[in-house]
DNA sequence: ATGGGCGTTGCATGGAATGCAACACGGTGA
DNA sequence: TCACCGTGTTGCATTCCATGCAACGCCCAT
């Protein structure tokens, strides 16, 4: 909506590619090169993009910092948090903690599985949206109508021959989870890595966030994986019971003076 | 230097505290409600801000996603996590990584103590600047000019009696730091919290990065912590010398095709 | 029913962002 | 040594676009 900002700010995820120059981000951007020159340096002030010794220019150190605080303001997590430690305590494998914000599911938290093979993934990190099983959670949670929207514009890759192939397999997956409450990932999208899902529910009973446990085979059979779910399912209430209770349904009124 | 960018930038710090409305936005930007309004939309385009349920904004997802390809462009952090992670591994302490950038220093990667007390710390957030030993050792090899400068404009919190009290003391300590090639912080953050740094080169022989060994006292004391000086610096060395290896100096021509 | 608070929209105006052209600077090859 | 690129940088006139205003719609509370 504002020509100025939005190109400033299309300089960010060009500069995510890796470092580039002044006439690089210029040619990107489609604008002349004082243009590009004035938008950095406005970046540059805040700390959003660096300056190395050659010049170049890549993203800043603020943009950390930021992040951080930002995480530190989802009150899910640090709620969540004790307890998907308690749970990775217990079972040894990868917790993963995801919200669903704007078409995208991704990771706010992570306990590292106690075995040397891990899975790959990132605290912010988008996940593959049509197969995790935490983004079928928070995706089956949605009123209808978005649900099939935004199952319409999605794409479905391939990454196994189990993964989700398009909207309407997607959409079934999505009923079926919403009526049993709970989710899974059997390798759709990685071949030897399954996961457990259950959802965490705020006081009016929506999902706020979903939580995973994830192990590749190699370690534990599907079969025993699932045999988990009891288990994560227990976890993720006692999450949504703490959560519901420290967090007054809707009152957003001044705190009493 | 772009009023209307900056401007839209300077909503992130804002909304980092919290979560605010539309009029607060205003209000504290002292711009109209709505052109708050147009630059919170392109912020919103961007994913750098969320508008959550009860309209009120706050930071965005995509400031995580970008501040994750941020650090996975620092190839320093790569290359030397390895390192860091054999150092927890011989001394169970918590292991930090930090870089400098615009007068402030930031840790990049850490790997946690194996001990259950533990200090606090976070990826990405800024440092204290004039008492931790991966300061000193970045800043010390600052130019001088630049060094005097930035010494100059730095507050002195007492954070503790041993902090730095001033510029003086601070430029007295980063000469004996520049002089040694290696740092402490003992006590000058928090009262019983130690640590021991070493600063990693590149090629050309300045200071790129600097790691340190943290532990309170309540599991070792100074004087064990200093009996691992030279390990860590043999660690920070090997560091060194697989970045100058890999990382070419100064060559930023073309790859060969 | 009625008022107040909030977010939102269309529009006229002026300020601010833009592109241009000229400059500065460092490196390269003749 | 000089001339010549290819950088990044600056001052300036034009113009477009961001701005503030005022009016509207909406929801909640009284």
Redesign the pocket.
């Known amino acids: 909506?504002?020509?100025?900002?939005?190109?400033a700010l299309s300089i960010l995820p060009l500069l995510a590619q890796g470092p580039a120059?002044?006439?690089q981000v210029?040619d990107r951007l489609?604008?002349?090169?004082?243009?590009?020159?004035?938008?950095?340096?406005t970046l540059h002030e805040h700390g959003l993009v660096y300056r190395q010794q050659d010049?170049?220019y890549r993203l800043g150190a603020r943009l950390f910092a930021l992040a951080q605080e930002a995480v530190e303001n989802l009150d899910v997590r640090e709620i969540a948090h004790p307890h998907l430690a308690a749970l990775n305590d217990r079972t040894g494998h990868t917790v993963h903690l995801a919200v669903h914000e704007d078409g995208e599911v991704l990771y706010i938290d992570k306990v590292e599985s106690r075995y040397p093979v891990r899975m790959y993934s990132r605290i912010g990190k988008p996940v593959a949206i049509t197969v995790a099983a935490v983004a079928k959670l928070l995706l089956a949670d949605l009123p209808e109508p978005e649900r099939r929207a935004l199952a319409a514009k999605l794409d479905y890759p391939r990454y196994t021959p189990r993964s989700t192939p398009d909207a309407a397999a997607f959409l079934q997956e999505l009923a079926t989870v919403r009526e049993q409450g709970w989710a899974t990932d059997l390798g759709g999208h990685e071949e030897s890595i399954n996961c457990v899902a259950a959802p965490i529910r705020g006081a009016d009973g929506r999902v706020v966030a979903a939580m995973s446990v994830s192990a590749p085979n190699v370690v534990v059979t599907a079969e025993e994986l699932l045999a988990l779910l009891p288990l994560v399912r227990r976890t993720a209430e006692a999450i949504s019971h703490d959560y519901s209770g420290t967090t007054p349904p809707k009152e957003t009124e001044e705190s009493p003076a």
Chains 1, 2 share one sequence.
């Open positions: 909506m504002s020509q100025t900002v939005d190109r120059d002044l006439g210029a489609g604008v002349h090169k004082s243009t590009a020159l004035r938008l950095l340096r010049q170049r």
